[in-house]
């Protein structure tokens, strides 16, 4: 017997994780190309503008600017690196230099499950938020899952059985461990303050942070310390100038994928974005407020469908400018030297982050007394 | 001429130094003894002394004595004087006595070799990067050295033919011609043909030919190499290559016994010119225009560049293989060359010694010009005497071959160089008669040979030869050989140790001059092939005196000579 | 033994170790440069402006009379460091009225632009002003042989430039009105 209101419903999950990943996917393809164009302007370049579709160029006025902005590239990229010849080198341990580009993308993919992206107002005006799992510990499991990201990266360096990509990988483990701490330090004064009685919200529902800031102050405006902290080692985590470590074309030829080409070359690159995107939208989430309008301003658009798109969009507008800032200071700041990023991440951010921690419990026991 | 002791000495002081210089020779020789140039065009040490051209202008003076006392006048310090000639006289045309002073280097010389160099140019034309001088011209060089370095001359040049014909090899250039006469006194001394001349006065004139003669004689290029400017051009070399590109090498023309010194002009392992190398006791400083032809050779398209057994190609290593086969007949005879080098015609001996075979030797002979081209057409006859090749004095032909071949004695002949065919043996004769070749171009007896090993012509190695005088001469490889193949000693060493496994035999000459030269019977005793000067060393030849040497009394050459020991 | 000063350095303030106003500065920057004219040259559309004295692939020219300049004298094959020029030279026939007093003119004439280093020393060295390293700077072939310029693409690259000299004419006019013999 078939319980086809299940079965609908588990339909509409896997199509709407299609749609997620498709968007995910593609916003990490964006942002390879924005990431070239900015770098192209900041050097006073133009960066990609050749590329063009068939036909596309004869539209009068939107043809050209699509190609100057180069909109196709990142199509042509992707065919690229699909076509190109699979090239595994004789040294390297197959199956594991296989596996790991999967191992790199599928943490990024799998920690978007806990996105919430936008809110729905049902028709007696309740709020369902836009996400494909609502978890309690949606923050827990983004910290846990995203922390595996690293493994792929490990498995690379040591399956290549080559130098440079091996000195990557201890880099990024290394670099990986030193700085999950402070990121996990910085987020718990966070739900301690926001879990304090009166608020409203409890545990460690990614929905519940969202909802908090509604109307009110964003929490970066409460604890920029915090979003300091977290933010800083978001891009260590990410592997962005100025920690890319396990890359640094400079020194280490490609750091943990030299020995890489073709379409696994390719994930690994797309991984990395999606580690962006993904933690964007996580900073969105917890310290710009999500899909709410300003701080301490109430939404100002209706509560129906209208008001959920144009939420999901000012969302959008946070994560990519949040993406943009990633890529300008990565071509604003040089890379740290590999015993500075160590420095960095166990001397100053770990001791300012429990000094942080502290300083919250504090305050919020002393706020949270019972009036006596 | 040459200051070999033989001469008295007598002291000169040459610009302020005494200097001690042979007697009898003249001034731009003394001084160049002492390393001082003295510059001159038209002075030539191996021709008569013209003095027209008046670059050797030096101040010269003498020790002053009373002329009536014929006491010395002395000055106030008590030194002799020195009676300076108001004028410079030319160093060319002035011989060296006791005591005699000159000054090279006085601003009246200085001013004179600018006065004669101004001159000189002022109707010289601008030619030089068309000029087939440029780069060994007299003028270019003095010029630099001893010109004013720029010009006053504003009028318009002469413009004068560019292209005369003087006779089948010469071209002149009119314009550059500085009227020296080198080349006029050549003909008229050392060839003995009186053609040219100069016509018209002035800046008019011209060197020109006797009406209803040319420049035709054997030695007519000498002319070009003379002449200090590009007037004479050589046809052949005509605009074909800068000289400056040129490799030089010594050599030895193999044209005739007479062994001329040469220099072998190569650049990238092509030969572009040869021109005769000075060497007084030789050639002085000519050669034969038929010589200069010789390196034609080296890319006729007759030259055999591959091996081949039985008319098929094969490489060289398999050819040599089955040349030795062929040799272990016991009926062998080989026949030598008189074009081989000493060393070939050595171990050719020996090979002859080792397969017990019988040795064969043609002649080649023709007219004695006199000069320098003998009635022997080989440059080593002397040698197959020297190394024992041969005990007799060979005929033009190889009639004895007929007579061994028709008493049956001969089934198997080792051929270096030589044409059985046009030696008086027949086809027929040579049917039954297996033949190895070893030589340079094809000829009918390549093409009937079984086997053919291709070899190297003498610009392609080093060797040495004999010549008319007996004197001994070596050359060395201008150019390299064609790709794949071997010269001569290789091949015979690698027969001699195929058939003697136990005595290695080597293919390096040095090595090859320590077995030649250890029996003291023989006029190479001692001698080694590295100390063999550039002008090659006089052989002692009572041995051979008895024999009937067909070449006659040419330059630096007289038969009788031959009886007695001239050993150096 | 030079003596080694140690300089004090200012001890940084609070603000300056958090480098957070610096990056801020750097930020800025990197900012205001992204609307900052952009320099990159879309090369095979716009060419760039040659300078006068570029020295591009070498090239033979003409005189104003549509004379062969080049009287093969070979200095450039001499002269150049990495011996890409090849010369082959050549008589001018007697009867060539149009070439007075030059006799000599280059039968074939190479230039392996796989070799040239474009130092320009050719140009410098040759008496007769007929090779000039001119404004061409692209060239490109599918094969070794099409990269060695052959005369006639030299002539064709170099075209006619003006002379000041008319050395050939001089000669010309001289054998023509007089001092001839
Ligand atoms: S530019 Fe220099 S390298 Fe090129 S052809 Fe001229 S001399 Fe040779
Ligand atoms: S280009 Fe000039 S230097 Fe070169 S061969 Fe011709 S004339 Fe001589
Ligand atoms: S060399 Fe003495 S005058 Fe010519």
Redesign the pocket.
């Known amino acids: 017997m078939l319980d086809f209101e299940l079965l609908f419903l588990v339909g509409l999950k896997v199509l709407f994780a299609l749609l997620m990943i498709g968007a995910v996917m593609t916003m990490a393809g964006y942002s390879v190309l924005a990431e070239r164009k900015v770098s192209a302007w900041m050097q006073g370049r133009v960066g990609p503008n050749r590329t063009v579709l068939p036909f596309v160029e004869y539209i009068p006025f939107l043809g050209p600017y699509l190609k100057k902005m180069g909109i196709f590239q990142p199509l042509a990229d992707g065919l690229k690196f699909l076509f190109k010849e699979e090239i595994i080198p004789g040294h390297v341990n197959k199956f594991y230099y296989n596996l790991a580009p999967i191992v790199a993308l599928v943490p990024a993919l799998t920690t978007m499950v806990v996105l919430p992206f936008g809110e729905f107002f049902t028709s007696d005006g309740e709020s369902i938020p836009l996400m494909l799992a609502d978890l309690e510990v949606g923050i827990l499991f983004i910290l846990a899952i995203s922390s595996l990201g690293v493994y792929g990266i490990v498995l690379a360096g040591w399956s290549s059985n080559s130098k440079y990509p091996f000195l990557g990988s201890i880099r990024s483990s290394a670099q990986m461990i030193s700085y999950e701490l402070a990121m996990g330090l910085s987020l718990l004064p966070v739900f301690l303050w926001v879990s304090e009685p009166g608020t409203g919200a409890m545990g460690l529902s990614l929905v519940d942070i969202v909802h908090s800031q509604g109307n009110a102050p964003w929490l970066l405006l409460v604890q920029p310390l915090s979003a300091l902290i977290f933010l800083i080692a978001l891009f260590a985590e990410t592997n962005r100038l100025p920690f890319d470590m396990p890359e640094s074309e400079t020194d280490l030829v490609g750091g943990f994928h030299t020995e890489y080409g073709g379409f696994k070359f390719g994930i690994f690159f797309v991984a990395e974005y999606a580690h962006i995107v993904v933690g964007s939208a996580i900073f969105t989430i917890i310290f710009l407020g999500g899909w709410h309008f300003l701080p301490w301003v109430a939404d100002p658009w209706p509560s129906t469908w209208v008001g959920t798109l144009i939420g999901i969009g000012w969302f959008l507008a946070k994560t990519i400018f949040l993406i943009f800032f990633f890529i300008w200071i990565r071509w604003t700041l040089p890379r740290f030297r590999y015993d500075q990023v160590m420095n960095l991440g166990w001397t100053k951010l770990l001791p300012l982050a429990l000094l942080n921690l502290i300083f919250y419990v504090l305050l919020v026991t002393w706020i949270d007394q019972p009036a006596s | 001429m040459g200051s070999n002791g033989n001469t008295s000495s007598i002291t000169i002081n040459l610009n302020g130094n005494d200097v001690d210089v042979p007697a009898g020779i003249n001034l731009v020789e003394a001084a160049a003894i002492h390393g001082t140039e003295v510059p001159h065009y038209c002075y030539h040490p191996q021709l008569s002394v013209a003095g027209n051209c008046r670059m050797c202008l030096v101040e010269m003076g003498n020790p002053m004595r009373d002329r009536g006392t014929g006491e010395p006048i002395l000055d106030e310090n008590g030194v002799q004087k020195i009676g300076w000639i108001p004028k410079p006289v030319i160093g060319c045309g002035t011989n060296v006595t006791p005591g005699m002073h000159i000054k090279t280097e006085s601003s009246m010389v200085t001013d004179s070799r600018e006065g004669i160099m101004e001159f000189l140019l002022v109707n010289h034309p601008l030619d030089c990067p068309i000029c087939d001088q440029a780069g060994e011209c007299r003028l270019q060089e003095f010029a630099t050295d001893y010109g004013r370095g720029y010009s006053r001359y504003v009028e318009r040049k002469n413009v004068k033919p560019k292209r005369t014909r003087l006779g089948p090899r010469v071209t002149l250039d009119d314009e550059r011609c500085i009227l020296c006469s080198r080349c006029i006194r050549f003909c008229q001394e050392v060839v003995d043909d009186d053609v040219l001349g100069f016509v018209d006065r002035g800046s008019f004139s011209t060197l020109t030919c006797f009406p209803g003669k040319e420049l035709s004689n054997n030695y007519s290029l000498n002319t070009v190499d003379l002449c200090p400017v590009g007037a004479l051009t050589s046809t052949d070399f005509r605009f074909k290559m800068r000289v400056w590109f040129l490799k030089e090498s010594p050599g030895i023309c193999t044209e005739s016994s007479a062994g001329s010194n040469i220099l072998v002009s190569s650049r990238e392992g092509v030969i572009h010119r040869i021109t005769p190398r000075r060497n007084d006791s030789v050639n002085d400083s000519w050669m034969a225009d038929s010589g200069r032809e010789l390196y034609k050779s080296v890319t006729n398209e007759k030259r055999l560049l591959t091996s081949s057994v039985e008319s098929q190609k094969c490489d060289l290593s398999s050819a040599i293989n089955s040349a030795v086969t062929f040799l272990q007949d016991k009926k062998l005879g080989i026949v030598g060359s008189c074009h081989s080098s000493l060393e070939e015609q050595y171990l050719l001996t020996k090979l002859a010694k080792t397969t017990k075979a019988k040795k064969f030797l043609r002649g080649h002979f023709g007219d004695d010009d006199g000069i320098l081209v003998s009635a022997d057409r080989t440059p080593n006859l002397r040698g197959t005497l020297v190394t024992g090749f041969s005990t007799k004095y060979p005929t033009d032909d190889l009639t004895e071959i007929s007579e061994a071949i028709d008493k049956k004695s001969i089934s198997t002949l080792l051929v270096v160089g030589e044409d059985l065919f046009n030696s008086g043996l027949t086809p027929d004769q040579l049917k039954g008669v297996s033949i190895i070749y070893i030589g340079t171009h094809e000829n009918a007896t390549s093409s009937r040979a079984n086997v053919v090993l291709p070899s190297l012509t003498s610009f392609e190695k080093s060797g040495s030869f004999i010549n008319r005088s007996f004197r001994l001469q070596k050359f060395k490889q201008a150019v390299p050989g064609p790709a794949g193949l071997l010269p001569d000693l290789h091949i015979i060493a690698s027969f001699l140790n195929a058939l003697d496994q136990e005595k290695e035999q080597t293919s390096d000459i040095v090595s090859i001059w320590k077995q030649l030269s250890k029996s003291s019977t023989n006029p190479l005793h001692k001698i080694k092939y590295t100390d063999i000067p550039q002008d090659g060393i006089q052989l002692d030849s009572t041995r051979w005196s008895d024999l009937d040497f067909v070449e006659k009394k040419a330059m630096h050459f007289s038969p009788r000579k031959l009886n007695k020991v001239t050993q150096n | 033994m030079a003596k080694t000063v140690v300089l004090p350095r200012e001890p940084l303030s609070l603000s300056e170790r958090t480098y957070l106003p610096q990056i801020v500065t750097g930020l800025k920057t990197t900012f205001s440069n992204m609307f900052k004219e952009k320099v990159t040259l879309q090369y095979p559309e716009e060419k760039p402006i040659i300078p006068k004295n570029y020295?591009g692939v070498?090239t033979l020219v003409k005189d104003p009379n549509g004379r062969e300049k080049c009287v093969s004298c070979q200095l450039?094959e001499f002269?150049?460091?990495?011996k890409?020029?090849r010369i082959t030279p050549g008589a001018v026939s007697e009867d060539d009225n149009s070439r007075a007093h030059v006799e000599k003119a280059p039968k074939e004439f190479e230039?392996n632009m796989l070799?040239?280093?474009?130092?320009?020393?050719?140009?410098e060295v040759c008496p007769e002003e007929a090779?000039f390293?001119q404004e061409e700077y692209s060239s490109s072939g599918y094969s070794r042989e099409e990269m060695i310029n052959k005369k006639d693409k030299l002539y064709e690259l170099g075209g006619t430039l003006p002379d000041s000299h008319y050395k050939w004419d001089k000669k010309k006019s001289a054998e023509d009105d007089g001092n001839d013999h």
């Open positions: 020295r070498p450039c002269v150049c460091p990495p890409a020029i230039i070799r040239c280093i474009y130092c320009g020393y050719c140009q090779i390293l």
